[in-house]
């Protein structure tokens, strides 16, 4: 059976990313989703951040945040270009929503090694426990 959800809209509050705003789903006050976006500079407006937990997933909560956050939009941001770096997940609804697509990008990671004058700060492993 679907829950029925509420979205709250979290303001930019000067305490984390000032530009930042986010809109949270929740039911009985336990998110269930999110999505963000940053309003930066010459006019731009990055969406971000989309997430909804594994077993709430394809019952509208993405959608539904998505119309409130572009309602939101809309009436405070005309003329801005409003962009996303988007997963395959994610991409059907902004094409639906008539965004067009542009570059790729390609997901890269290394570990940072550590060298041999580092020394750990921690106690390892093998240290014997004497309490
Ligand atoms: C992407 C994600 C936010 C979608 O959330 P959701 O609540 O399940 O999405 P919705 O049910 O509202 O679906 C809205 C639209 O998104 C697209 N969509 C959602 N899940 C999809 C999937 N697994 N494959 C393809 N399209 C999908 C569809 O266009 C869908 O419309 P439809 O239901 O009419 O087909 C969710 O799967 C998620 O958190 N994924 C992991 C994190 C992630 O990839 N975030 C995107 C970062 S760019």
Redesign the pocket.
């Known amino acids: 059976m679907k829950q029925p959800f509420n979205i709250m809209h979290i303001l930019p509050s000067g305490t984390r990313q000032y530009c930042m705003h986010g809109w949270v789903a929740h039911i009985d006050n336990t998110c269930v ?1 999110h999505i963000h976006m940053l309003i930066e500079a010459n006019q731009r407006i990055k969406f971000l ?4 937990h594994e077993e ?9 945040l998505w119309d409130t956050r572009w309602q939101y939009v809309q009436s405070n941001y005309p003329e801005y270009t409003a962009y ?7 991409l ?2 902004l094409l ?1 929503k008539g965004f067009t697509t542009g570059e790729s990008s390609i997901y890269v990671e290394r570990k940072v090694p550590i060298t041999s004058k580092q020394t750990r700060s921690f106690p390892s492993t093998d240290c014997p426990v004497t309490c």
Not at 49 to 52: Q, T
Not at 57 to 62: E, T
């Open positions: 989703g951040d989309a997430w909804v709430y997933r394809r019952r509208g909560i993405f959608r539904s996303a770096w988007c997963k395959p997940m994610s059907p609804l639906e």
